[in-house]
């Protein structure tokens, strides 16, 4: 197994996919928490839709992709949010609605245009060891800016999480504060595609708070478990997947499944 690890860490496209891997799985996580309490699960899965219908589009007239794809996916999450305010709209059925036609939209331009290419297939299912340097500068830069948003309006965001009338009562603008965490989980959506496919990106940013909560239940001890637990799966998951050669994305989906049953168990058993 050592021989294996040191092996992997010998080539530099894996490093540079494990940096990037890092950065996102803990951004994914840390803003999964405040989307899992919210109730706003589901968002994840919308926008990476929305996010392929816009890569789609950036291959097909021969744009870079990931710059094209984050501004467009930030203007449908806020979309989204104004949606949901709207009480003849539900947010689930918001959701639902722009996700499936981002993504026929998508498919339909596939289709007519370049066919399901590698580049497609890469956003679809995710190919983080396919990663050019430019598409792991963006991913690193953004990520930092991600993370550095997160820890400076921390208490903020704890806030507006957890009650938004007390929020608006002691005077914190709710709704920028919730377009900030809509803004931030569009860029790690975006980001995460190219690691982890449109299909599984989602499931970095619930795993791991769903399976903090099994154990942890104060806001702070389950936003730093969930960054831990969202790394070690994809250390595990990225290493399985290169020792037994299948998919990276998959394999990181599969270990976060497995601790989050573990979680639960050991949950079950400390309450007995």
């Known amino acids: 197994m050592i021989e294996a690890i040191n092996e992997m860490f010998s080539f530099s496209f894996i490093n540079r996919a494990i940096l990037v ?8 996580a840390l803003l999964g928490v405040s989307l899992v309490l919210k109730r ?7 926008l990476s839709h929305v996010g392929y219908g816009i890569t789609t589009i950036a291959i097909a007239f021969g744009f870079s992709p990931l710059p094209i794809a984050i501004p467009g996916v930030i203007i449908v999450a806020i979309i989204l949010l104004k949606i ?8 689930d059925s918001a959701i639902a609605l722009i996700s499936s036609s981002a993504l026929a939209i998508g498919v339909a331009i596939t289709s007519a245009t370049t066919g399901m290419n590698t ?7 995710g190919s983080i060891l396919a990663m050019n340097t430019s598409d792991v ?3 690193i830069v953004v990520s930092i800016i991600v993370l550095i948003l997160f820890i400076v309006y921390y208490r903020k965001l704890f806030a507006v999480t957890f009650d938004e009338n007390f929020s608006k009562a002691i005077g914190l603008k709710v709704e920028r504060y919730t377009s900030l965490i ?3 989980t569009a860029v790690v959506i975006v980001v995460g595609m190219r690691m982890m496919g449109t299909l599984l990106i989602s499931s970095i940013v619930i795993f791991p708070a769903l399976t903090s909560m099994r154990v942890f239940k104060s806001f702070k001890g389950v936003v730093i478990s969930s960054g831990i637990i969202s790394i070690v799966c994809f250390l595990i998951g990225i290493f ?3 020792i ?3 998919s990276t994305g998959a394999m990181i989906v599969i270990t976060n499944l497995a601790l989050f049953v573990l979680f639960t168990v050991f949950s079950k058993i400390i309450k007995e």
Do not use: R, W
Request: charged share 10%.
């Open 21 to 28: 891997g890092v950065l996102v799985s803990l951004c994914a």
């Open 40 to 46: 706003y699960a589901n968002i994840g899965d919308g």
């Open 84 to 91: 949901g305010n709207n009480h003849k709209i539900k947010s």
């Open 119 to 125: 580049d497609v297939c890469n956003f679809m299912f």
């Open 137 to 139: 500068i963006l991913s």
């Open 182 to 184: 809509a803004i931030l």
């Open 240 to 242: 399985l997947s290169y």
């Open 244 to 246: 037994y050669n299948i």
